[in-house]
């Protein structure tokens, strides 16, 4: 999914101008899905702590770079949002 936001923010400015918040919108809401996800398998680790020991701890590491660069990825969008919905783009 993010390779293909990618390759259409190449073109967002072929987007009506009217429609690009809405866009950015939906990309947000998947953003925000992936990271609740993120949270919630990393959150049934450390209640349920599961065998074995090395691997709950890299699949851990794992999750939180991956909520870190989801927080980064999320801020960014709503930064952009509002740039479009201001009409700073």
């Known amino acids: 999914m993010e390779l293909t936001f990618r390759f259409k923010m190449v073109y967002f400015q072929y987007i009506v101008k009217e429609n690009r918040p809405v866009c950015l919108e939906l990309y947000l809401q998947i953003l925000e899905r992936n990271f609740k996800i ?12 599961p065998e074995p020991e090395k691997q709950r701890v890299q699949l851990l590491w794992v999750f939180d770079h991956r909520k870190r ?10 930064e952009e949002i509002e740039k479009v919905r201001t009409d700073e783009v």
């Open 69 to 78: 660069m989801g927080e980064v990825e999320i801020q960014w969008m709503k």
């Open 38 to 49: 993120v949270a919630d398998f990393e959150w049934y680790l450390l209640q349920h702590k």
